[in-house]
């Protein structure tokens, strides 16, 4: 898709979600009331930061909706399994995605992911934003983010990295740190970032940047050492770690974000219910406690809010596949 077509889409994208009525405007007569169980298609491995937070919310939203969410993992590919499923599924409300930062990453990442981003979804809302880590095993014997980058040099193109898979914000925050340290590591992609945090556990590769909720109980747990928070600040369960950015490496900012997306098509009772459900579950205490206690924050946003962070995500790795020099798988 070339710029302008990129942004045709994402005006028609932002048209379709405009028609949402505002949070708490949908009349109790016209609220869609689903009649069965729900699937939540999370495209990505049990036990990854989004797994647990769909989980959380699930565990919220069902008793509101009155139907149960039953949470379905499709990984692989990055998230591309699961977005064409839901891609094709029936616009009717009863499949929803678990939409995240990769899925629009996947768009300049892969040639034919299968599905696009801007026009085969109604993206309802953001919900919550995750830091990423910068870590390595506490037995590497490196300590430091001056440590890794002395190891590297010392040692060009030796070093290995794991990621949750391509085009996920592991593998693209990596390259950014390589560019901006003037390093070389050879990348090893896994199916999620679970797999991705095993590999470093089991000293299979040299470092990696997971998402924060995967990676914090093992930090806690001493095996594995956080060098940096890829972020623009401090995360507040690690306030003792600095960002990388503080430690001398600029341009290494991001965050892994994440939401909820249905079917292109899908009526404006239905998306404006579901938006109206959330808009209440992002506010339950017990719900930002949990999402917390993982090291993510709620983070709510506008339908329109949340297709715009798709296309600007959609610009972003444009940018950092040249600056990386990432060829499209």
Known sequence: MNPS??????????AASALLPALGSVRAADAWRPTRPIKWVVPYLPGTGPDNGARIFAEAAGPLLGQPIIIENRGGAAGNIGARQVARAAPDGYTWIY???PMAANMRMYQTPGYDALKDFRHVMRLTNSDVLLV???AS??????DLIARARAQPGKLDYASGGVGTPSHLGVELFLNAAGIQATHVPYKGASELVNALLGQQVSFGMPIFSVAYPHVQASKLKALGVAGS?????????????EQGLRGVELTSWGGLSLPAGTPDAIAARI???FGRVVKQPSVIAALTELGSEVSPSTPEAYVQAFSSEIELTERMMKSAKIVPL
């Open 136 to 138: 390595v095993n506490s």
């Open 233 to 245: 600040r401090r995360n507040a369960m690690l306030p003792q770690l600095p960002t990388l950015a």
């Open 141 to 146: 014997g490196i300590g430091s983010l001056q």
């Open 5 to 14: 077509q990129n942004r045709r889409a994402l005006c028609r994208a932002i």
């Open 99 to 101: 939409s995240a930062a």
């Open 275 to 277: 938006y109206e459900v």
